[in-house]
């Protein structure tokens, strides 16, 4: 990475990146008190609730830093320097994946400490609440690794309706799998309990977190095939 584009990475988009922990703070607690009283009634769905809606935020906040990814002048300028457009996307990897990281560590920390004040850590546990944000960690960076690509590929509007297309398929080919094939639904339920389980800890949780970042450093070098190409077909 070239110490220019750093710099301004940090300049433009450094808060974003820095942010997870501080909304953290925030949304977790404050969601965690809204659900638990108003919707569910109890804290384990509303602890669930408060950390997906923060880490719905930090998706929010990366697809912001990868917005400009495709900006016609600034891809020529970029592909003139030392770095090279390998390491301009290089560098936006690493910020999303800051901000991933920043919002995991923020959002364990925020739980825990919210379940140590309202004394609810014996049904929110700090080992429960670090397997959740892991699982939800890994799924975000799977998804930044289809995302990124795409949004070099197709640009941010292009790029956003694939991504929905795709979404959409895979819940409806999961719907008509469990209604065609209603054996499915156990495979479903078994994976719910092997992540509940202490067996997901020693294989289930360590093969998603190397899957989804196996995921990530091939989305990089994918992104880094099609960037040029992409640049031209910016109008």
């Not at 750093?6 to 988009?13: G, L, V």
């Not at 977790?28 to 659900?35: E, I, M, Q, R």
Request: glycine fraction near 6%; include cysteine; aromatic fraction near 12%.
């Amino acid at each position: 990475m070239q110490k220019g584009l750093c710099i301004k990475e940090i300049k433009q988009y450094g808060v974003l990146v820095f942010m997870p922990l501080i909304y953290s703070a925030l949304i977790v607690p404050f969601a965690w008190y809204f659900l638990e009283v108003y919707i569910f009634g109890n804290a384990a769905a509303a602890a669930i609730g408060a950390v997906i809606l923060s880490f719905v935020a930090a998706a929010i906040l990366q697809t912001i830093i990868i917005r400009d990814v495709r900006n016609k002048m600034w891809g020529y300028f970029v592909c003139s320097t030392s770095a090279g457009h390998k390491g301009y996307l290089l560098t936006k990897y690493c910020f999303v994946l800051a901000c991933a990281l920043f919002n995991l560590v923020g959002t364990a920390a925020a739980c825990t400490v919210y379940a140590g004040l309202t004394n609810t850590s014996d049904v929110i546990s700090l080992r429960f609440t670090c397997k959740l944000t892991l699982i939800l960690f890994s799924v975000q960076l799977f998804m930044r690794a289809a995302d990124i690509p795409l949004t070099v590929r197709f640009g941010e509007k292009k790029g956003s309706i694939v991504r929905l297309i795709a979404v959409i398929a895979v819940i409806i080919c999961c719907t008509v799998l469990v209604i065609i094939i209603p054996e499915a639904g156990s495979v479903f339920t078994k994976l719910k309990n092997i992540i509940s389980s202490s067996s997901g800890e020693v294989w289930f949780l360590p093969a998603l977190a190397g899957i989804s970042t196996a995921a990530y450093v091939l989305s990089y070098f994918i992104s880094c095939r099609v960037y040029i190409k992409s640049l031209e077909n910016v109008e």
